[in-house]
């Protein structure tokens, strides 16, 4: 069943290639979304796929790359677009 979830990360989590690390997790999690940098600091995520998908991308998420630290990780339920758009990230 497919899902949907929108994360927002705090932390250091701009300049460290944190939206690289989320495009890489979620391509390789089959997921469909975007992700890019907020004007506050954050990064903002999008994703939707199937729920362990969604789960082990969460995780890694969570750890983030080497040179970032995560602080928070919000989590929001989102609904499903159902479009295999792919995983990009904005600018």
């Known amino acids: 069943m497919l899902e949907a979830r929108r994360y927002v990360i705090r932390g250091d989590v ?11 997790a979620a391509r390789v999690e ?19 796929g199937d729920r362990e998908a969604l789960r082990r991308f969460e995780s890694r998420l969570r750890q983030g790359p080497p040179r970032s630290r995560v602080d928070e990780v919000m989590v929001d339920d989102d609904v499903p677009s159902g479009r295999a758009s792919g995983f990009v990230i904005r600018t």
């Open 14 to 24: 701009q300049g460290v290639g944190f939206r690289w690390f989320t495009e890489q």
């Open 30 to 48: 089959g997921l469909h979304g975007w992700v890019a940098n907020r004007p506050d600091g954050a990064v903002e995520v999008a994703a939707e």
